[in-house]
């Protein structure tokens, strides 16, 4: 009868003091916060490993589609490209033996500038923190996203735009942050040892396809070629999509959020990417 009037989980004292399972809670409290230090812990240790290289090619292949989808629209509406330079060095040389005939020389040279703004400043931002940190990366892809959302609400909210007449705040703007970001898509192909896959240029990857000595080996056997006639299908079928948004009312803006989502997906699949195996010499 000692221990009458206790409750489940009390223990009487010598001094005749009540213990109410103090000790048990305390280890409950205790296993909370040693829990949610583990998942801290977890984590902070996923977001500063290195990302694995191993089919990060997929990733940069996607980049086609973003860049055939944005450029195909650009030119057909605005007169330049947004992401591919070569073709803007060339509108720009035109435009600059003839600056008055049209403002399509302003419009490129905008874009082959911040893409080059972009590329230095992305790739120190990799070299700074760590080329391939899985939190660089996801920032990296994070910030290319919420310049392309700047760009779309810019486009959406604002004035019609075209071809022809000066080159206004509302497509000067716009154009210099797709330009911007995509130089980020660039450096990343160089961050993940996959140079030829820049998601920009297609000139040097016909020819490396058409040159490869293995270029009719079985799937399996030749990878680089894979990926090199990969590329053009896709930016391809980017630029299909990027062409029918422009003939449609959706128009310029409807193939910018359409770029949004793609490039969020990007974002997941780094947060999501597998970590570089270190036991690998």
Request: include cysteine; charged fraction near 10%; aromatic fraction near 10%.
């Amino acid at each position: 009868m000692a221990n009458y009037g206790t409750v489940p989980g009390e223990t009487r004292a010598q001094n005749g003091t009540t213990n109410t399972g103090d000790e048990e809670t305390a280890a409950l409290l205790g296993n909370k916060s040693e829990g949610s230090s583990s998942i801290r812990k977890r984590f902070h240790t996923h977001m500063t490993s290195n990302v694995s290289n191993a089919w990060g090619d997929i990733a940069l292949l996607g980049s086609y589609i973003i860049t055939g989808l944005l450029d195909s629209c650009s030119v057909f509406i605005w007169g330049s490209f947004l992401s591919m330079q070569t073709g803007n060095t060339i509108y720009l040389g035109l435009g600059l033996a003839a600056p008055n005939d049209s403002s399509r020389w302003q419009r490129s040279g905008t874009s082959v500038a911040c893409f080059c703004l972009g590329s230095f400043i992305f790739a120190r931002y990799h070299r700074y923190f760590g080329p391939r940190k899985r939190w660089v990366l996801v920032s990296s892809y994070g910030i290319q996203l919420l310049l392309i959302v700047a760009a779309a609400l810019m486009v959406t909210l604002g004035p019609e735009t075209g071809t022809t007449g000066p080159m206004t705040l509302f497509i000067g703007m716009p154009i210099a942050l797709i330009a911007f970001q995509s130089a980020g898509q660039a450096v990343t192909s160089r961050v993940l040892a996959y140079n030829s896959m820049t998601g920009v240029v297609l000139t040097s990857i016909y020819c490396d396809l058409f040159s490869d000595a293995k270029l009719f080996s079985p799937p399996r056997a030749n990878a680089e070629r894979n990926r090199r006639a990969a590329a053009p299908v896709l930016l391809l079928i980017g630029a299909v999509f990027g062409g029918v948004w422009a003939h449609s009312e959706i128009g310029l803006s409807g193939a910018l959020w359409t770029a949004v989502g793609l490039k969020f997906f990007i974002v997941l699949a780094w947060c999501c990417w597998s970590a570089e195996d270190k036991s690998l010499p």
